[in-house]
């Protein structure tokens, strides 16, 4: 039989009424339904292209996996890299996947019901080599699995969503760590290497294998509005690690973590002094941060490459084990310089301050002893702390001391049953303003300038130009069949 032109005009407008009553009648419940999903989102570069990782294969019931949907999606959007970029879009569902390579001038964009499952088929996590700046990897010598969400030498990258998640399903790994039954070093979620321009936001990440988001040897990464969780016991499970990266904006992130909230680090004694690649330039705004056996901001222990000028404020620490923490060790060499922390809230900690200059943790023994790292310029301001065991321990390198050290207008609440002293310095330099409990002889009160008598310690009031990157509205329109 031959269906008129009319008859097809009239199923394609009672097919617009379907559509229209389905997307009126929320939550409604049917099969093979006809779905218009157009949305608006934020970010550094739109894209002219758009895809469903539905059109390739892809089955979000959480059994199938869809390791090769993602891979040929984005092999396939890889096209268009110069023809405006490509956005791919992960509707509601459990996407059960392994690893999958990002490409240039890309989005990916999760649904906030959309949830990546990290395989837990060991076998679907290739091995790549070690970082340069690390000369192994963390938990073994060798190799390491690669991240769930990879990309190397790319340009112009957006991870983003509605809060969508990505749960990576870590027990199973940090059983094999706690067992020692690691072959390899454990993957992350999201690893970007040598890449420009990368935008990772407005998700919810669980329950990582081990560190979260890991931008590595790269260039303006913006970080904002992640959520990142896991249990407080898992091992390494670090929120955000600039690693080796310059003009780096960690805003508006919450973390729950078994380890250092933020690390920034610049690779491993002597492959990160050989390489030789700082951390540079970052900006952390308005983090929370819960981590009863870690820090709020880590610097170190892999600074072999140098951090220098880092800019945080607005941070709030609630039952975490110390606030900024430098840790280092004799053979790092490199350097922690031109720190800056200013406005910070922090309730039930062991240390408000720590530095550590005998982190230990080498490579391998191959490390230089005479290899000195050099900490100085560390500027902390305006903080108030409550129910603290130890205001600071501060212990420097003998012969090599943490020099610079400022600390201004900071008020510490104890705890019922602090420690007695609470001050431990040693190997440190430097002046403190408007403390209590009063610091250590070593940071003597400096001679009040200002006019209310406080002297405050420097926080730079220049625009790093990460902080001129700007968001453009973005929008994606597709029907599809659910
Ligand atoms: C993140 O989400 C918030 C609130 O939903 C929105 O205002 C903001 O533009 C989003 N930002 C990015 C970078 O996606
Ligand atoms: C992803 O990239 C890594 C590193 O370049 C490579 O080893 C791996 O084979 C790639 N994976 C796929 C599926 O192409
Ligand atoms: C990626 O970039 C780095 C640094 O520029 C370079 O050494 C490396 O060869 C590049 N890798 C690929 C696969 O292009
Ligand atoms: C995102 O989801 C997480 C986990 O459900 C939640 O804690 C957080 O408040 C959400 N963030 C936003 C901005 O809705
Ligand atoms: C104070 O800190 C201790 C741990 O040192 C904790 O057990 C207690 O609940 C905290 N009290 C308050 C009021 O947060
Ligand atoms: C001292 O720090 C508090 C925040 O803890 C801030 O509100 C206040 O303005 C600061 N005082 C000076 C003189 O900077």
């Known amino acids: 039989m031959e269906i008129s032109l009319r008859q097809t005009q009239v199923m394609e407008i009672l097919l617009a009424f379907v559509v229209v009553g389905l997307l009126s009648s929320k939550g409604a419940e049917s099969r093979n339904r006809r779905v218009l999903d157009s949305f608006e989102y934020s970010a ?39 023809d405006g970029g490509a956005q791919l879009f992960v509707p509601e569902g459990k996407w ?33 080599n070690p970082l340069p700046s690390y000369g192994r990897g963390r938990d073994a010598v060798g190799g390491r699995y690669i991240s769930l969400i990879f990309g190397t030498n790319l340009t112009d990258v957006v991870i983003t969503g509605a809060n969508g998640t990505i749960d990576g399903q870590g027990a199973l790994w940090w059983q094999k760590f706690h067992g020692k039954k690691l072959k390899y070093t454990r993957p992350y979620l999201i690893e970007i290497l040598h890449s420009d321009l990368v935008q990772i936001s407005n998700l919810t990440l669980v329950n990582s294998p081990s560190w979260n988001v890991h931008p590595v040897y790269s260039s303006n990464v913006l970080v904002q509005g992640v959520t990142i969780i896991a249990p407080i016991t898992s091992p390494n499970t670090d929120g955000i690690n600039p690693d080796s990266c310059s003009n780096v904006k960690i805003e508006d992130c919450y973390i729950i973590s078994g380890d250092d909230c933020v690390a920034v680090k610049s690779g491993w004694d002597e492959y990160g002094i050989a390489y030789g690649m700082p951390t540079k330039g970052l900006i952390i705004r308005r983090l929370t941060c819960i981590s009863p056996y ?27 084990e110390s606030g900024v923490r430098i840790k280092t060790a004799v053979g790092r060499g490199g350097y922690v310089k031109d720190i800056y922390v200013k406005g910070m809230t922090m309730k039930t900690m062991k240390w408000a301050f720590w530095m550590t200059g005998n982190y230990g943790s080498h490579a391998d023994t191959h490390y230089d002893p005479k290899a000195l790292p050099v900490i100085k310029g560390i500027n902390y301001r305006d903080m108030v702390a409550e129910n603290v065991t130890m205001a600071g321990r501060l212990e420097g390198i003998s012969g090599d001391p943490f020099t610079g050290i400022c600390i201004s207008n900071v008020t510490i609440a104890l705890a019922p049953k602090p420690k007695k002293v609470q001050w431990l310095c040693t190997d440190v330099e430097g002046v403190t303003s408007g403390v209590v409990p009063q610091p250590c002889a070593l940071l003597p009160e400096k001679s009040a300038e200002s006019p209310d008598g406080m002297t405050s310690c420097a926080f730079p009031t220049d ?15 597709r029907n599809y069949i659910l």
């Open 44 to 82: 550094i570069s739109c894209r002219t292209h758009s895809a469903s990782i539905t059109d390739f294969g892809g089955v979000g019931d959480g059994i199938t996996s869809n390791t090769k949907a993602f891979q040929s999606a984005i092999n396939s959007l890889s096209q268009y890299a110069s």
């Open 96 to 128: 059960l996947t392994g690893s999958f390579n990002l490409t240039s001038h890309f989005t990916l964009y999760l649904h906030k019901d959309a949830v990546l499952l990290a395989s837990q088929d060991v076998s679907e996590w290739s091995v790549i």
């Open 294 to 320: 870690s820090a709020v901001i880590a610097l170190g222990s892999e600074m072999s490459g140098g951090i220098q000028d880092v800019r945080a404020e607005d941070i709030v620490a609630i039952h975490t």
């Open 463 to 477: 625009t790093l130009p990460v902080d001129n990157m700007e968001f453009k509205k973005c929008s994606y329109k």
